[in-house]
T-cell receptor, first 110, second 112 residues
Framework: QQQVKQSPQSLIVQKGGISIINCAYENTAFDYFPWYQQFPGKGPALLIAIRPDVSEKKEGRFTISFNKSAKQFSLHIMDSQPGDSATYFCAARGFQKLVFGTGTRLLVSP | KAGVTQTPRYLIKTRGQQVTLSCSPISGHRSVSWYQQTPGQGLQFLFEYFSETQRNKGNFPGRFSGRQFSNSRSEMNVSTLELGDSALYLC???????????FGSGTRLTVV
């Protein structure tokens, strides 16, 4: 019940395309849903986050869509760029900690 | 503003040894959390310290322990190392809640 399921495991998108990563959770006690971006050799960095009372949040090219009834949320990267190539983790806050998805390795081809 | 500093960056240890990892949080941050990152298991929560007290603990064996000092710096100790302990160990600091998590670059531990 504390799991967050993330898909796909890997993703290849052409430059300028839309990257979409999906996550699902079971526990309705989760109350904060951040996305992290991780480059090789670095720790995860907060990209964007949403709370369950909001259905969508946009920051630049990054958008989180949140479906509370389906217990799903997704990250959309518009106009994907080669510099976006990284591993992306969704997470959910509950029980005074963050529970992470298993990660999606995104490759944006030039 | 300095970020979260983890030392050392890389470590190679022999099975059965023990190891201590260090984390210096962002100035003013009182919460330090530790995560283990492996290719197979992703990011797994180890424990969180707030004002020198362990506030939360994950599902790791007792070989994994930590502490936090009065200046909020934290150390993590793993005793009797096993091959499966090879991982990237990440420290994250925040003012007090997980909303403000900032991760360090991690310590890459290899057990041989």
């Amino acid at each position: 019940q504390q799991q967050v399921k993330q898909s796909p495991q890997s993703l290849i998108v052409q430059k300028g395309g839309i990257s979409i990563i999906n996550c699902a959770y079971e526990n309705t006690a989760f109350d904060y849903f951040p996305w992290y971006q991780q480059f090789p050799g670095k720790g995860p960095a907060l990209l964007i986050a949403i709370r369950p009372d909001v259905s969508e949040k946009k920051e630049g090219r990054f958008t989180i869509s949140f479906n509370k009834s389906a217990k799903q949320f997704s990250l959309h990267i518009m106009d994907s760029q080669p510099g976006d190539s990284a591993t992306y983790f969704c997470a959910a806050r509950g029980f005074q900690k963050l529970v992470f998805g298993t990660g999606t390795r995104l490759l944006v081809s030039p | 503003k300095a970020g979260v500093t983890q030392t050392p960056r890389y470590l190679i240890k022999t099975r059965g040894q023990q190891v201590t990892l260090s984390c210096s949080p962002i100035s003013g941050h009182r919460s330090v959390s530790w995560y283990q990152q492996t290719p197979g298991q992703g990011l797994q929560f180890l424990f969180e310290y707030f004002s020198e007290t362990q506030r939360n603990k994950g599902n790791f064996p007792g070989r994994f322990s930590g502490r936090q000092f009065s200046n909020s710096r934290s150390e993590m100790n793993v005793s009797t190392l096993e091959l499966g302990d090879s991982a990237l160990y990440l420290c994250a600091s925040s003012p007090g809640t997980v909303d403000g998590y900032t991760f360090g670059s991690g310590t890459r531990l290899t057990v041989v």
